[in-house]
């Protein structure tokens, strides 16, 4: 089984649905984040979080909110989906600071479209 | 502001040929750097760090890199590329607590 899972791995739906993006570890890391990827754009940083009480913005936070309900899962959610957040989603771990010594641990991605 | 930049949206090089691949960075300290790549339907992988040292990084899969401050460049390397290497490659900058990446370069090879 993979160290960091999301579910679900693709997804379409409507402009204007709430959109629940899931992600589970099993590495024991303290710090998830949530990534967009985008064509021409590399990834971009959307929330990340360094234990279950502490959720900061990122980058590209407008739009999305985020849930630390353990140590081990860091959902991602789009209260109203529009059509620019059509994009693949990672998850990603570390355990150490990121500037420094870290290393991300990604998810396999989760493909959204909204029409 | 830190940035990278990747000036090759697109490399394609033939198999058993040498490959470089650019990055150019901007950081005010002394840079923490990353190249990652992604396979075809898969999450990023680290290939190799940078953080002090000796300037020329070994990473995975045989690819080396080399830190050059004076031109504010880390350069992927590698001396005969395999057919499975052909993926899309990031270069990034660690600062803080933060990891900022280029937009990517797309490696395609021909056999």
């Known amino acids: 089984d993979a160290d960091v899972t999301q579910t679900p791995r693709n997804r379409i739906t409507k402009t204007g649905k709430r959109i629940m993006l899931e992600c589970s570890q099993t590495k024991g890391h303290d710090r998830m984040y949530w990534y967009r990827q985008d064509p021409g754009l590399g990834l971009r940083l959307i929330y990340y979080?360094?234990?279950?009480?502490?959720?900061n913005k990122g980058e590209i936070s407008d739009g999305y909110s985020v849930s630390r309900q353990a140590q081990a899962k860091f959902s991602l959610s789009l209260e109203s989906a529009i059509p620019n957040q059509t994009a693949l989603y990672f998850c990603?771990?570390?355990?150490?600071?990121?500037?420094?010594?870290?290393?991300?641990?990604f998810g396999e991605g989760s493909r959204l479209t909204v029409l | 502001a830190q940035s990278v930049t990747q000036p090759d949206i697109h490399i394609t090089v033939s198999e058993g040929a040498s490959l470089e691949l650019r990055c150019n960075y901007s950081y005010g300290a002394t840079p923490y750097l990353f190249w990652y790549v992604q396979s075809p339907g898969q999450g990023l992988q680290l290939l190799l760090k940078y953080f002090s040292g000796d300037t020329l990084v070994q990473g995975i899969k045989g690819f080396e890199a080399e830190f050059k401050r004076s031109q504010s460049s880390f350069n992927l390397r590698k001396p005969s590329v395999h057919w499975s290497d052909a993926a899309e490659y990031f270069c990034?900058?660690?600062?803080?607590?933060?990891?900022?990446f280029g937009a990517g370069t797309i490696l395609r090879v021909k056999s």
């Open positions: 990603a771990t570390s355990d150490l600071n990121l500037g420094n010594t870290g290393e991300l641990f």
């Open positions: 990034a900058v660690g600062y803080g607590n933060k990891l900022v």
């Open positions: 979080s360094f234990d279950v009480k502490d959720i």
